[in-house]
């Protein structure tokens, strides 16, 4: 592994291969910018890791034995654990920015008024949700709905 990251304070940028779908989503749900698509070979997870400088997160040796790319192969094979791992690993733990990246394409959230939305979102939703934020990837509305409330509760469990 060579030692390339650059020198900065900014949190590391990851690729996780097709076996680690739901670990990319959390570490996307945390803030942490991480690639994954269920059809990546592994010749392509190497060359987007060595250009966009990323690490690449896998349980599969054979990806990690390449001398050309960082990398981290996750002890567990539960995604919490896993989460939990790569936090720790690369001390993680102060730059978690939650629901500030999108879980389904890892594009940024960004807060958008309440009228730009309305017309998008379920009736339910928008009669009783105030606060709301869109996808710049792939457009999807986000509001502080139940599933917010799980998510924060799964966040808290993880990191205890
Ligand atoms: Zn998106």
Redesign the pocket.
């Known amino acids: 592994m060579s030692d390339t990251l650059p020198l900065s304070n900014a949190a590391p940028g990851f690729i996780c291969d097709v076996h680690l779908g739901k670990l990319a989503r959390r570490l996307r749900l945390l803030g942490f910018d991480t690639i994954y698509r269920n059809v990546l070979e592994d010749e392509e997870i190497i060359r987007i890791a060595r250009t966009d400088q990323r690490i690449i997160l896998t349980r599969d040796g054979e990806i990690l034995s390449n001398k050309t790319t960082r990398g981290y192969r996750p002890d567990s094979i539960f995604s919490d654990e896993q989460v939990r791992e790569v936090l720790s690993v690369f001390n993680l733990r102060g730059q978690i920015r939650l629901f500030s990246?999108?879980?389904?394409?890892?594009?940024e959230?960004i807060p958008v008024d309440k009228d730009s939305v309305i017309v998008l979102v379920s009736p339910r939703s928008g009669q009783f949700m105030e606060h709301f934020w869109r996808?710049?990837?792939?457009?999807?509305i986000y509001w502080q709905g139940s599933h917010y409330e799980k998510l924060r509760k799964w966040f808290g469990d993880v990191l205890k």
């Open positions: 990246l999108c879980i389904k394409c890892n594009g959230i996808c710049q990837g792939c457009r999807k």
